[in-house]
């Protein structure tokens, strides 16, 4: 009875997490070009857009891949963690894949009333939010419908593709895991850092000024990055000595 599976099985799935989210991220960022495209044009910005946007797309991707990959794939390796590690790249993925999901859904509507994408301090300014969404629904009530039903098909669709049912059922073949684990976590590191030295600066919010328009400016990102960045950032703030 076969009980190892090839290392592949187990990057199938991360290449289908990370193929998905670039593949959304890519077309909110073209359908918000379109929308706001004589600012885009204005600026000349339509190349560094979208360059500038894959960098924040990928590190996104490296951020809420990071644990799945690295722990993920060790524990994957053995017969007793194998459950632990189902859960954990099952966990990471649904919920980044979610989150993704519902940012860019409430995106256009900061963006026309506030100029910018969200992020955790604009979202939590929000003072009654069901009275928004009541208000944005019978505003946009067919693009936001479009845009849920949308969402939910992406959602299922990649939960469908996952297999969960048959998702490590059987332990992961130790070196090809643990190499897999640890090339992964370093591309990881390498796509939130956005370069190949790690001992550079990492990619920051500041990376995104293409043009002199802060709207232009604050698209080239994408909204999950801005709204993670803007909540660990004053933990890190707290850390530095003053």
Not at 10 to 27: D, E, K, S
Not at 90 to 104: A, D, H, K, S
Not at 135 to 145: G, H, Q, R
């Amino acid at each position: 009875m076969k009980s190892i599976i090839p290392a592949r099985n187990l990057l199938r799935h991360f290449l289908l997490f990370a193929l998905t989210a670039l593949f959304l991220l890519t077309v909110m960022r073209a359908a918000y070009g379109l929308w706001q495209f004589p600012k885009v044009m204005e600026a000349n910005a339509v190349l560094p857009l979208f360059v500038q946007g894959l960098r924040f797309d990928l590190a996104l991707i490296g951020i809420i891949s990071l644990v799945p990959v690295v722990f993920g794939s060790l524990f994957s390796v053995s017969k007793y963690t194998r459950s632990f590690a189902k859960f954990l790249v099952l966990f990471f993925f649904t919920l980044g894949l979610l989150l993704i999901l519902v940012l860019e859904l409430i995106t256009p509507w900061f963006i026309q009333n506030v100029g910018m994408r969200p992020d955790i301090n604009l979202i939590a300014d929000v003072s009654n939010p069901m009275a928004e969404i009541s208000a944005a629904f019978s505003e946009y009530t067919v693009p936001l419908i479009i845009g849920i039903v949308v969402s939910v098909l992406i959602f299922i669709a990649f939960c469908l593709r996952m297999e969960l049912n048959r998702f490590l059922r059987f332990r992961v073949f130790a070196p090809t895991g643990i190499m897999l684990g640890l090339v992964g976590g370093l591309l990881c590191l390498m796509a939130i850092w956005s370069t190949f030295d790690l001992s550079q600066k990492a990619l920051s919010p500041g990376d995104s000024l293409i043009s002199r328009d802060v709207m232009v400016n604050d698209l080239a990102m994408n909204t999950t990055y801005k709204t993670i960045y803007s909540l660990v950032l004053p933990i890190f703030n707290k850390s530095e000595p003053e």
